[in-house]
Structures are given as C-alpha cells and as structure tokens.
C-alpha cells in the first residue's frame, strides 16, 4: 500500500470508490472487487468516528488503501483518521490557498506541517512510533476537494500549495455553487471542471473527481484527470439491485 500516494502524484489512472454502508463486511466485499483504493465517507454517512477504524481494518485485510473523507477541516478530524491507520484523507469545501495550506498542515508531521504525534494504530499503538514518523509524510495523500464557486475563483492559488497531491472536484456541490444545475448548466459545469484540471495540471498537481459511473471516464482522462471516485457501494447496491429485478420481470 505504500505506492498509493506514488501512483498518484505520477498520474497513474486509480479508480476507487466512496464506502458509506457502515460495516466491515461491506468494505471487504468492495475491497474484493479489484479496485485500487477506497474512501471511507465521514461527512455524508451514517459513520462513527469509533466505526472509522474498524473499516480501515477491514480494507487492510485485502491490501486496499482506505483513504477517508473527513467531515470538515478540523485539524483533529483528520488526525483521528490517519491514526486509525487510513491511507490519506479527502478534505471537502477547500476554497481558498490558505485552507489547502490548513490542510497540509494538520495531514503532514513536522517539518512540513504541525500534525501531533499519537499512540494510534498507524504506529503500532505506540510500538512503532519512529518508524511511521519516518514514512507517514512520504506514504500518505492529501486530497483537497474543489466544489465552491470561490474554490474556482481561487484555483490557481490553491493548486501552488505545497504538500497537496491530488485536487479533487465534486461536481455536485460546484454546479450548485456556479449555477450550472442539469442538462441547462452542463457546458457551464464542463469548463469549470476543465479549467481546475488545467490548471492544476500545468501546476503539476494531480487531479481528481467524482463519476456517478464509468460512462465518461475515458473523456476525462483525455483532459488529465487520473483519480477517480466511482459511485459509492450504496450505488453500485441499488443499481444491481435494480437491474436484477427488472431482468427478473423481464422474464416474466
């Protein structure tokens, strides 16, 4: 799992998905599935910060990166979770230069950033301290979501913020925040998501971004977008669930 933040700062196409069911079974089954990462949803699910570790267990045991979105920008949120052990947190709603530097600041141990030093199950409980000290800041990757009409306006400052790897765009919340909603807004949306890959690209960041399916990955890819975010499990449940009983009725 240590080459995770090494695909993704070289740009190598990952594809994960967003883990929202709160129970392990549900991480093992997804983690079985082939994918190359995954992300534990803090802000918008029914988990627990007590469950988070559990979850991250779960994803270890099949050798997937369990990376989680934390809820906010809270310095202790994101410590809470790297802690338990995850691979690298996503940290929503960053819209200026100054939260992406917050953000790097409470991911990375000093000299890079102030992150404090804890007995947590990422160093053994207490067991192995030098050691993850010595490759946390090397192993770990830091997402910073874009998804505001500020975050647009300021991307060329946030995207030269050292310590971040991979800008993440949540078109969901950016085509509210731009007013670009629906079939009406989808130019309008597209040339936002362009011009964050652009330039972040030209910055050498890499660059990422929630798909509710596979449908236009390959468009994507072309304009330098290697990160993927794919549905989430409770998506990918309902969408079989769904294309199962319609065959079944089919067949009537």
């Known amino acids: 799992m240590t080459g995770f933040r090494q695909k993704c700062i070289e740009f190598k196409h990952v594809v994960g998905t967003f883990a929202a069911i709160p129970h392990p079974v549900a991480i093992e089954v997804t983690a079985a599935a082939g994918l190359d990462f995954l992300c534990i949803d803090w802000e918008h699910s029914q988990i627990g910060r007590e ?115 991979v800008i993440f765009i949540g078109p969901g919340d950016l085509s509210v925040s731009i007013d670009a909603m629906g079939p009406a807004g989808a130019d309008k949306l597209n040339a936002a998501i362009e011009t964050i890959t652009s330039t972040a690209r030209a910055a050498g960041k890499a660059v990422g971004i929630f798909r509710p399916s596979a449908d236009d990955v390959g468009k994507w890819s072309k304009a330098g977008i290697s990160f993927y ?20 009725r089919a067949a009537e």
């Not at 979850?55 to 949120?77: C, F, K, N, S």
Request: net charge negative; aromatic share 4%; proline share 6%.
């Open 51 to 165: 469950r988070i570790e559990d979850l991250i267990r779960a994803a270890d045991v099949h050798q997937v990166p369990a990376m989680v979105r934390v809820p906010g920008h809270t310095p202790e949120w994101i410590a809470s979770v790297l802690d338990a052990g995850a691979a690298g947190v996503l940290v929503p709603r960053i819209s200026t230069a100054a939260q992406a530097k917050a953000a790097v600041m409470a991911t990375r141990y000093p000299p890079v950033g102030e992150r404090g030093v804890g007995p947590g199950r990422a160093a053994a409980y207490g067991y192995r301290i030098p050691d993850y000290l010595k490759s946390a800041n090397e192993t770990l990757v830091l997402a910073i979501q874009v998804e505001t009409a500020e975050g647009l306006a300021n991307i060329d400052e946030i995207v030269k913020v050292e310590g971040v790897d």
């Open 229 to 248: 975010m794919l549905a989430s499990d409770t998506m990918f449940l309902g969408a079989s669930l769904a294309a199962g009983i319609a065959a079944a």
